[in-house]
């Protein structure tokens, strides 16, 4: 749906939307809620701790990818219903992806987080 807009009106229009997304996910969706508390928590101890700035970046990068993923999912689940109600093998095969897009990104989080503050691998 095409509004027409150009130019400044259209940016902030975006931002107006981005915002409605993100309280939308917020007040509809208990795991992004619970990531996103966690992010705050492990955001504040990523800046306090005393690591180069670079390892810091790689820290929180590794947060925004979580809140980045699951939001891919909350779409994916949200076009799926949308379509049907209906139990089909692509629409599983869908949401099975999303879910695993998050699952990666925790992965992901894990190691960055344990090379940096506990030095593995």
């Given at each position: 749906?095409?509004?027409?807009?150009?130019?400044?009106?259209?940016?902030?229009?975006?931002?107006?939307?981005?915002?409605?997304?993100?309280?939308?996910?917020?007040?509809?969706?208990?795991?992004?809620?619970?990531?996103?508390?966690?992010?705050?928590?492990?955001?504040?101890?990523?800046?306090?701790?005393?690591?180069?700035?670079?390892?810091?970046?790689?820290?929180?990068?590794?947060?925004?990818?979580?809140?980045?993923?699951?939001?891919?999912?909350?779409?994916?689940?949200?076009?799926?219903?949308?379509?049907?109600?209906?139990?089909?093998?692509?629409s599983k095969k869908?949401?099975?992806?999303?879910?695993?897009?998050?699952?990666?990104?925790?992965?992901?989080?894990?190691?960055?987080?344990?090379?940096?503050?506990?030095?593995?691998?």
């Amino acid at each position: 749906m095409k509004t027409g807009d150009k130019g400044v009106k259209r940016i902030l229009k975006a931002f107006v939307y981005s915002a409605e997304g993100f309280w939308e996910s917020v007040k509809s969706e208990e795991a992004f809620r619970q990531e996103l508390a966690l992010c705050a928590v492990l955001l504040i101890i990523a800046l306090l701790l005393p690591i180069s700035i670079i390892e810091k970046l790689f820290l929180i990068s590794s947060l925004f990818l979580v809140l980045l993923m699951e939001l891919i999912n909350t779409a994916i689940e949200a076009v799926v219903d949308r379509i049907s109600d209906e139990i089909h093998p692509l629409s599983k095969k869908a949401k099975d992806i999303g879910s695993l897009l998050v699952l990666l990104s925790f992965i992901y989080l894990g190691l960055v987080w344990s090379v940096i503050i506990f030095g593995l691998f």
